[in-house]
């Protein structure tokens, strides 16, 4: 299924162009989804003369906001280098890339996206990168999930949960261990749901799989309980109004769980924007930020407070047990309970698909990003390109001499020079400009 979110970073592009006139490059992993560093490429291909000094005079924007950041992935990462000039810098101790900052610029710093608004590994790039939040998920579930505001329900409960189930690894592994709970305690009957026993991106049953948290490993055979799943991974781009009419309300296993970071991803917005009551499964706080973007949640119709529980087994705990409480309704209560929780979820969805959510989102970008950018212009001295290419220009190997001796070579001596002197020119006007 293709994605067109390079739109979105082009709009980015466009924005910042628009306001400083500045060159801009967009880095992001392509294809969508992926976690590669070789897979992280710019937005638009250059010829090697125009790339160079393209890249030299532009703010550099790396775009991390698909996939929850994971700062210790890349740390001491080894990749191919993608030119002759890199990989002899590198051998020589002159050019270190760090973490996924492939390339550096005339500013001392780069932009990172991103999309958590609370995170360890934030910190952690927050050393390196002048960073944008925006939440990306917002942005795109708007396209993804645009033709669910021209759809009508019609109601035919068959089951009371509507859960989707389908890959477990990494940081999904707690899902194992709620469809485990599910049945403990009695309550599979009241779910439409499914399980895939192999774990779909890495081909291996959850009986052999080693869990980084032994606690999610499932005590029964979920497969005797549950049909198999057989979904592909761009289901949740998606949505299935067969699947809303015959169920109540969704359970959301979130992408993050078992973790302190707040991401929340297309999958939050998909019964929102469905129009259909929800309890969340994700991080601590995650219903207290969909407010903050002004949405309501059932904390009227049941009880939520299993969202500020700090602990993953406890806030787990406390999702089957609002569970069970609902399947415990008797009918009159469900009918009265379903009315206050469809009267949220109705005023959810016109606020998803309102110009005033739009707005919000949008302007929460281009705000964060022309402070990002004002904080890139005022804070740089140019001093660490003039350190990089000084080192490179005087070492004395004879081989990376060779390199940039060579006019047939990009980037070569002369025009580093050239771009050298551009650079301290600039940066003695910067000074002279403090001083006064």
Same mark, same amino acid.
């Given at each position: 299924?293709?994605?067109?979110?390079?739109? $979105?970073?082009? =709009?980015?592009? *466009?924005?910042?162009?628009?306001? %400083?006139?500045? /060159?801009? !490059? +967009?880095?992001?992993? &392509?294809?969508?989804?992926?976690?590669?560093?070789?897979?992280?490429?710019?937005?638009?291909?250059?010829?090697?003369?125009?790339?160079?000094?393209?890249?030299?005079?532009?703010?550099?924007?790396?775009?991390?906001?698909?996939?929850?950041?994971?700062?210790?992935?890349?740390?001491?990462?080894?990749?191919?280098?993608?030119?002759?000039?890199?990989?002899?810098?590198?051998?020589?101790?002159?050019?270190?890339?760090?973490?996924?900052?492939?390339?550096?610029?005339?500013?001392?710093?780069?932009?990172?996206?991103?999309?958590?608004?609370?995170?360890?590994? $934030?910190?952690? =790039?927050?050393? *390196?990168?002048?960073?944008?939040? %925006?939440?990306? /998920?917002? !942005? +795109?579930?708007?396209? &993804?999930?645009?033709?669910?505001?021209?759809?009508?329900?019609?109601?035919?409960?068959?089951?009371?949960?509507?859960?989707?189930?389908?890959?477990?690894?990494?940081?999904?592994?707690?899902?194992?261990?709620?469809?485990?709970?599910?049945?403990?305690?009695?309550?599979?009957?009241?779910?439409?749901?499914?399980?895939?026993?192999?774990?779909?991106?890495?081909?291996?049953?959850?009986?052999?799989?080693?869990?980084?948290?032994?606690?999610?490993?499932?005590?029964?055979?979920?497969?005797?309980?549950?049909?198999?799943?057989?979904?592909?991974?761009?289901?949740?781009?998606?949505?299935?109004?067969?699947?809303?009419?015959?169920?109540?309300?969704?359970?959301?296993?979130?992408?993050?769980?078992?973790?302190?970071?707040?991401?929340?991803?297309?999958?939050?917005?998909?019964?929102?924007?469905?129009?259909?009551?929800?309890?969340?499964?994700?991080?601590?706080?995650?219903?207290?930020?969909?407010?903050?973007?002004?949405?309501?949640?059932?904390?009227?119709?049941?009880?939520?407070?299993?969202?500020?529980?700090?602990?993953?087994?406890?806030?787990?705990?406390?999702?089957?047990?609002?569970?069970?409480?609902?399947?415990?309704?008797?009918?009159?209560?469900?009918?009265?309970?379903?009315?206050?929780?469809?009267?949220?979820?109705?005023?959810?969805?016109?606020?998803?698909?309102?110009?005033?959510?739009?707005?919000?989102?949008?302007?929460?970008?281009?705000?964060?990003?022309?402070?990002?950018?004002?904080?890139?212009?005022?804070?740089?001295?140019?001093?660490?390109?003039?350190?990089?290419?000084?080192?490179?220009?005087?070492?004395?190997?004879?081989?990376?001499?060779?390199?940039?001796?060579?006019?047939?070579?990009?980037?070569?001596?002369?025009?580093?020079?050239?771009?050298?002197?551009?650079?301290?020119?600039?940066?003695?006007?910067?000074?002279?400009?403090?001083?006064?």
């Amino acid at each position: 299924m293709s994605i067109p979110i390079d739109r $979105l970073y082009q =709009y980015i592009e *466009q924005t910042i162009k628009h306001i %400083y006139k500045e /060159h801009v !490059v +967009i880095y992001r992993f &392509w294809p969508h989804g992926s976690k590669k560093i070789e897979n992280l490429t710019t937005l638009e291909y250059k010829p090697a003369v125009e790339s160079f000094m393209l890249y030299s005079k532009s703010f550099l924007i790396y775009c991390h906001d698909q996939e929850p950041l994971n700062y210790d992935l890349y740390e001491n990462l080894e990749w191919a280098p993608n030119s002759t000039l890199t990989a002899i810098s590198r051998r020589l101790g002159l050019y270190v890339e760090k973490n996924i900052e492939v390339r550096r610029s005339f500013y001392d710093r780069s932009a990172l996206i991103h999309s958590e608004a609370r995170s360890q590994n $934030l910190k952690k =790039y927050q050393q *390196q990168f002048v960073t944008i939040y %925006y939440w990306s /998920h917002a !942005v +795109i579930a708007l396209d &993804w999930f645009r033709f669910a505001q021209h759809l009508d329900q019609v109601k035919r409960t068959q089951r009371t949960f509507l859960i989707y189930n389908r890959a477990w690894g990494g940081s999904r592994e707690y899902r194992l261990r709620f469809a485990d709970l599910l049945i403990n305690h009695n309550l599979q009957n009241y779910c439409r749901t499914s399980i895939a026993a192999t774990e779909p991106e890495l081909g291996i049953h959850y009986s052999q799989y080693e869990f980084k948290n032994p606690v999610w490993r499932p005590v029964v055979k979920l497969e005797d309980y549950f049909p198999p799943n057989i979904a592909a991974s761009h289901y949740s781009a998606d949505f299935d109004i067969a699947d809303y009419n015959a169920t109540d309300i969704e359970v959301v296993l979130e992408t993050l769980f078992d973790d302190d970071r707040l991401h929340l991803t297309e999958k939050s917005l998909r019964p929102i924007a469905c129009g259909q009551p929800f309890i969340l499964a994700a991080t601590h706080g995650s219903l207290e930020y969909l407010r903050g973007y002004g949405f309501r949640t059932f904390s009227e119709v049941w009880n939520e407070d299993y969202d500020q529980i700090v602990d993953p087994q406890s806030r787990l705990c406390a999702v089957i047990e609002v569970m069970k409480q609902i399947s415990q309704w008797d009918d009159v209560t469900r009918q009265q309970k379903m009315i206050q929780a469809q009267s949220i979820a109705d005023h959810n969805r016109r606020h998803f698909f309102s110009e005033d959510f739009f707005k919000t989102v949008v302007l929460e970008l281009q705000d964060n990003i022309l402070q990002a950018v004002d904080t890139l212009q005022q804070t740089n001295t140019f001093s660490r390109w003039i350190t990089k290419w000084q080192q490179i220009l005087d070492h004395p190997d004879p081989e990376l001499t060779e390199y940039l001796d060579n006019p047939n070579n990009v980037p070569n001596r002369l025009l580093v020079q050239h771009l050298m002197e551009l650079v301290k020119s600039k940066q003695t006007q910067i000074q002279s400009t403090k001083q006064q």
